[in-house]
Nanobody, 122 residues
Framework: QVQLVESGGGLVQPGGSLRLSCAASGSIFSINAMGWYRQAPGKQRELVATITTDSSTNYADSVKGRFAISRDNAKNTVYLRMNSLKPEDTAVYYC????????????????WGQGTQVTVSS
């Protein structure tokens, strides 16, 4: 079984910064892409940023230039540095691991973390 554990959420003032972390653990052989998604109250979950094994990144237009995703493949950990935060960034942020190959398990699976709350408010 693979688990994702997120940390780093909290309350921050507009213009402030936060860094989210997500560590994957379990019988992991490899992870293709890791990423962050978010869901605000009353809205659908949306992509924030993704990063592949070779560090190719993709960002939502709303966070380009403000957020930076990075990854430590040796630790199966993904980070999201969030700068210049705005009230509209308030949401529950979810970590995703896609294309996970686990020891003793055929094929690949996707996994989600439990979510971490980010609130941007003065």
């Amino acid at each position: 079984q693979v688990q994702l554990v997120e940390s780093g959420g909290g309350l921050v003032q507009p213009g402030g910064s936060l860094r989210l972390s997500c560590a994957a653990s379990g019988s992991i052989f490899s992870i293709n892409a890791m990423g962050w998604y978010r869901q605000a109250p009353g809205k659908q979950r949306e992509l924030v940023a993704t990063i592949t094994t070779d560090s190719s990144t993709n960002y939502a237009d709303s966070v380009k230039g403000r957020f930076a995703i990075s990854r430590d493949n040796a630790k199966n950990t993904v980070y999201l540095r969030m700068n210049s935060l705005k009230p509209e960034d308030t949401a529950v942020y979810y970590c995703n691991a896609g294309g996970v190959r686990a020891w003793g398990r055929p094929g690949t699976d996707d996994y989600w973390g439990q979510g971490t709350q980010v609130t941007v408010s003065s």
